[in-house]
């Protein structure tokens, strides 16, 4: 299967982005737009879920309507701390999701990822996963984190970023060519601290003011 690569090019995604990218765009918009924002992406990345028909009575007439085939079979995994900002508005229009966590940090100097938690709820065989962090950088913490939720052995796995380097995507496909990645941008590349750059800075401090 050839690695899949989805550009979320929807205007209000990129309208907002835009905004979340301004330096002078402060935490409380910021966290806003994430919300609004990862709503579109999770509009977009459920476009495929099938559906079933179900007789329904309207208070005019019977029909046959569609209704979601798998409602309660989806599980989202937050790679903290930064993934909660794409997770608070996913589960606002996927209420039925169920939640998880991985905590991952990048070691300043190798930039590589350690875990530090890790928390799903059980039934994940049976669930579509999707896997949330606004930025794919290096990819190391998206490898890191794929390489451990795959051990759960979910019914499939979507990884959903807001902006993505080239290098962090070619980096998670090499490792997970079977996992499909949307995001809204993919920016220039990475600076020496393996930032995106142009980017938006640091989503994490961003999100909740701790810089
Ligand atoms: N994590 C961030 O928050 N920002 C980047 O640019 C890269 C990784």
């Known amino acids: 299967m050839p690695a899949e690569v989805v550009l979320i090019k929807h205007p209000l995604v990129q309208h907002k982005l835009t905004i979340m990218r301004l330096v002078?765009?402060?935490?409380?918009?910021f966290r806003r737009l994430l919300k609004e924002?990862?709503?579109?992406?999770a509009y977009e990345v459920t476009r495929d879920l099938p559906l079933k028909f179900e007789s329904i009575q309207t208070p005019l007439a019977?029909?046959?309507?569609?209704?979601?085939?798998?409602?309660?079979?989806?599980?989202?995994?937050s790679i903290l701390r930064a993934g909660q900002g794409l997770l608070d508005g996913m589960i606002e229009l996927i209420p039925t999701a169920k939640v998880g966590h991985i905590g991952l940090y990048r070691e300043p100097t190798t930039l590589m990822a350690i875990e530090y938690?890790?928390?799903?709820?059980?039934?994940?065989?049976?669930?579509?996963?999707l896997v949330v962090d606004p930025m794919l950088a290096t990819g190391n913490s998206a490898v890191a984190a794929v390489d451990r939720l795959k051990e759960a052995n979910p019914a499939s796995i979507k990884f959903v970023c807001l902006l993505a380097?080239?290098?962090?995507?070619?980096?998670?496909?090499?490792?997970?060519?079977?996992?499909p990645i949307f995001t809204a941008a993919i920016d220039e590349g990475l600076d020496s601290h393996g930032y995106i750059?142009?980017?938006?800075?640091?989503?994490?401090?961003?999100?909740?003011?701790t810089k």
């Open 62 to 77: 019977e029909m046959e309507a569609p209704m979601l085939a798998a409602d309660k079979k989806m599980v989202i995994v």
């Open 165 to 179: 380097a080239p290098e962090g995507i070619e980096h998670f496909h090499e490792q997970h060519p079977d996992v």
């Open 117 to 129: 938690y890790f928390k799903l709820p059980p039934d994940v065989e049976q669930r579509d996963m």
């Open 24 to 29: 002078e765009t402060n935490t409380q918009d």
């Open 37 to 41: 924002i990862s709503m579109l992406l």
């Open 197 to 209: 750059i142009p980017g938006l800075g640091d989503a994490g401090d961003r999100l909740y003011g």
